[in-house]
């Protein structure tokens, strides 16, 4: 089946710092690709929709300007943390399809888990 | 998108059928029924998904009631490996198609 790679798989920073995260299709071009968060014993929480060539969509209540999201090419989204503190401590997840739709299954990466401290 | 309803947590001995339930009573016609499960710190993986028929591969299969108000996922011989969070997702068109996960079925596979 399809591949979707993260990079890195865990990251630890200083509280301050800004951390980069990587979401790759390996085996298809996807236009679109999603960004979740997932605190402990918690469910994925949709934080924002990546666009190839176009600005991100920001689910409301995250901040567009702490998450920065890049989508500079129809294989890979950036999720940059900007100024992380430890409350942004989670494990982040993206997700993305061959082609959109609802008939269309979604492959998800296997999430980077960031401590800040 | 419609909203799910999932019992928290279920068990099933190792070799049985383990049937998870969904209710999704304010489905929309041209709403999917998917279903993902969730092993420990890894991300979702898919099972599978279906409009109006019953759908079968070689992980689950998947019933869904006629009037399509629920649903339920069944592994035919849990296996310990099974043992993870089990979503049930209705996927419509907002934020263009994403996956908006609920609280999920916690599976406990035992011996």
């Known amino acids: 089946g399809a591949v979707v790679s993260q990079h890195p798989s865990w990251v630890i920073c200083k509280s301050g710092t800004s951390v980069k995260i990587e979401c790759r299709s390996l085996?298809?071009?996807?236009?679109?690709m999603f960004w979740y968060r997932q605190f402990p014993k918690q469910s994925l929480m949709l934080m924002a929709t990546?666009?190839?060539?176009?600005?991100?969509?920001?689910e409301q209540g995250v901040e567009k300007d702490k998450f920065l999201i890049n989508h500079a090419s129809l294989t890979l989204s950036t999720l940059t943390v900007t100024s992380a503190h430890p409350e942004d401590s989670s494990f982040y997840i993206c997700s993305a399809s061959p082609r959109q739709g609802r008939d269309t299954e979604a492959f998800f990466g296997q999430g980077t888990r960031l401590t800040v401290v | 998108d419609a909203k799910t309803t999932q019992p928290p947590s279920m068990d099933c001995a190792e070799g049985r059928a383990a049937n998870l339930p969904c209710n999704h009573s304010?489905?929309?016609?041209?709403?999917?029924v998917y279903w993902y499960r969730q092993i420990h710190s890894q991300g979702p993986q898919y099972i599978i998904h279906?409009?109006?028929n019953n759908e079968t591969n070689e992980m689950a299969s998947l019933i869904i009631t006629e009037d399509r108000k629920s649903s339920t996922l069944i592994l035919p011989h849990a296996t310990l490996r099974d043992t993870a969070v089990y979503y049930c997702?209705?996927?419509?068109?907002?934020?263009?198609?994403?996956?908006?996960f609920g609280k999920g079925t916690s599976l406990l596979v035992t011996p």
């Open positions: 085996d298809f071009q996807a236009t679109t």
């Open positions: 997702i209705v996927r419509g068109s907002n934020s263009g198609y994403a996956l908006n």
């Open positions: 279906g409009l109006k």
């Open positions: 990546s666009n190839e060539g176009s600005k991100a969509t920001y």
């Open positions: 304010t489905i929309s016609g041209n709403e999917y």
